[in-house]
């Protein structure tokens, strides 16, 4: 099975990711790493917004790290032009509005992290932080950035 197809096997759908919204590109090559600009955790059904420990708890985190996943993975493919196959994943920072209690930041990154072991294998496993944030943008509950290889 393709990455695509081990998605769409999770419920997940990769598509064209829309411009951004400022001055900046969504994906940097430098030789063989791809820098993807942070993703936030929107999907089929709009933005998932709030705090963590206030509108939302754990699971829903998870939900929402997943999407900013697979935004990352669409970044991948149709900004970077990468075939998923060839992709590594190195590293991910994951940021999580939330309230200044909360400490559950690293279970709602995991909600990112077995997607890319899902769907990439062995090539999806990776270092990573996770932070908590007083806010997001557009009032997101998580957002993404990632580092990855493409492997010739």
Excluded: W
């Excluded at 754990?58 to 493919?77: E, S």
């Excluded at 994943?89 to 559950?104: H, I, M, R």
């Amino acid at each position: 099975m393709t990455p695509e197809d081990k998605l769409a096997a999770l419920g997940h759908a990769l598509s064209a990711p829309p411009a951004p919204a400022a001055n900046y590109v969504p994906v940097t090559r430098a030789g063989n790493q791809l820098f993807v600009s942070g993703q936030i955790s929107t999907g089929p059904d709009g933005l998932v917004k709030g705090h963590l420990g206030r509108e939302l708890d754990t699971g829903a985190g998870q939900k929402a790290a997943a999407l900013c996943a697979v935004n990352i993975l669409a970044q991948i493919k149709f900004s970077a032009g990468v075939d998923l196959s060839k992709v590594r994943l190195l590293k991910l920072t994951v940021l999580v509005a939330s309230v200044p209690d909360f400490s559950e930041q690293h279970l709602v990154a995991n909600g990112a992290s077995n997607l890319f072991v899902e769907v990439l294998g062995e090539a999806g496993r990776h270092a990573r932080a996770a932070f908590g944030v007083a806010a997001l943008p557009l009032g997101a509950a998580v957002e993404i950035e990632a580092v990855a290889e493409i492997r010739e």
